[in-house]
């Protein structure tokens, strides 16, 4: 299993079926749609909603879902993909496959390693993790977990600018290569599900481990968090976000951050421009799985006025919504350079650990790069808007 995704091509598939011959089967649902309903029957109510909910009515949950539909890929025949490759480099990452793991906070409501867990299985499948701010385990847990794996930094840019400095520095000795700042969560969506249940992680002290584990937020406390919890909780509620950022407060990561910077939360052409005059080195086409505008475009209709404005000066990624092989050949088809998956590895990691993520991970590899090749293309250069049509 170790060296799947680092194969010129997934050898996923062959393994179950000749596995399958003993009698083995794979530990989770290959269609990773079925994970979902798998996870909201295991999994503890409060986490599965947490995770699968969105903000407001969860119209822009279900549009992002939506946008997919309507393009369909039209397979050419008769074209040599014999010796495929989809392999390319983003940002300085050299991708197997152009997949990353996304950024997701608190994953210890998920399952007891958290983020370690995905950071192990991020480096065994050859993936890059992009690790949250809001994590459960500390960024140098993640980064020792990770090992040799490539790893990012999402930052929540807290108000306080001591804490952004110090999470910046401790996330470059951790080995964190380009630093993905998040746009849309200055503030926290309004999430039904979360209310209903009067549900917030962080007020509950998970999902605040790098403050904890601070030490410019720990000289802001009466004393060590571990001795002052409430006070470290209260402490964080006040940081947090800061509402009163603008694009003219970037160069302060410019001047704490010497490596690339990646602008997350971008769903409108004159923010994607406005990203690349500000010299950033790329944007995530992202709604944050419609978690805070509800009633958002899908990320999906987003992305190609965008790829086409931005997409020859910065590195264009996309998430939302991704499940299958066939929605990142279409998000590449319509201008991505690579695609961020979140919930379906969350899940699997609620439901099987490590080893969970690793098959989410193998699996979409398989399906994307089969559904590639049956459609008649041999590299990602070969992908152009001409492999898809859009339906009324
Ligand atoms: C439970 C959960 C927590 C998330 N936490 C973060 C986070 O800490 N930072 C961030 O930038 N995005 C976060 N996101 C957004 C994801 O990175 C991503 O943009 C989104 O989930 C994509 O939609 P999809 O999972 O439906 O494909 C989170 C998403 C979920 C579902």
Request: aromatic share 8%.
């Amino acid at each position: 299993m170790a060296d799947g995704l680092n194969q010129p091509l997934e050898s996923y598939q062959d393994e179950i079926y000749l596995n399958g011959v003993g009698g083995a089967r794979s530990i989770l649902p290959m269609n990773l749609l079925a994970l979902e309903d798998l996870a909201r029957q295991r999994m503890a109510a409060e986490s599965f909603d947490y995770i699968c909910g969105g903000a407001g009515t969860e119209d822009t949950v279900r549009e992002n879902a939506a946008a997919f539909r309507r393009w369909r890929i039209v397979p050419r025949m008769l074209t040599d993909v014999s010796a495929a490759s989809y392999a390319s480099t983003v940002l300085g990452a050299e991708l197997a496959a152009p997949i990353l793991l996304g950024p997701v906070g608190v994953l210890k409501i998920a399952h007891p390693e958290g983020e370690v867990a995905v950071a192990r299985a991020a480096a065994t499948a050859g993936v890059p993790m992009i690790m949250s701010t809001a994590a459960s385990c500390t960024i140098e847990e993640v980064g020792e977990a990770n090992g040799a794996g490539h790893r990012w930094f999402q930052l929540y840019w807290p108000k306080d600018r001591t804490v952004a400095a110090s999470f910046l520095a401790r996330a470059k000795a951790a080995g964190f290569s380009v630093l993905v700042l998040t746009l849309d969560t200055r503030l926290l969506g309004y999430r039904p599900r979360d209310l209903d249940r009067a549900y917030l992680p962080f007020l509950r002290g998970t999902g605040n481990q790098n403050y904890f584990s601070d030490p410019a937020f720990a000289a802001e406390l009466p004393g060590p968090p571990s001795e002052h919890q409430d006070a470290a909780i209260l402490h964080w509620v006040q940081i947090f976000g800061d509402a009163s950022l603008t694009w003219a407060d970037l160069p302060f990561l410019r001047a704490h951050w010497d490596g690339r910077i990646v602008l997350k939360g971008i769903q409108s052409v004159a923010d994607a421009e406005r990203a690349a005059d500000a010299g950033m080195d790329g944007i995530v086409v992202s709604n944050h799985g419609g978690r805070q505008v509800d009633g958002g475009i899908a990320s999906l209709e987003a992305l190609p006025p965008i790829a086409q404005a931005v997409g020859s000066r910065l590195s264009v990624l996309f998430d939302g919504g991704i499940r299958g092989g066939a929605d990142i050949v279409k998000a590449l088809a319509l201008g991505a350079r690579a695609v961020l998956i979140a919930r379906p590895y969350v899940y699997a990691l609620g439901l099987a650990g490590e080893a969970g993520v690793v098959h989410v991970l193998r699996a979409l590899r398989q399906d994307f790069e089969l559904t590639m090749r049956l459609a008649g293309h041999a590299t990602l250069a070969d992908l152009t808007p001409d492999a898809l049509t859009r339906i009324p």
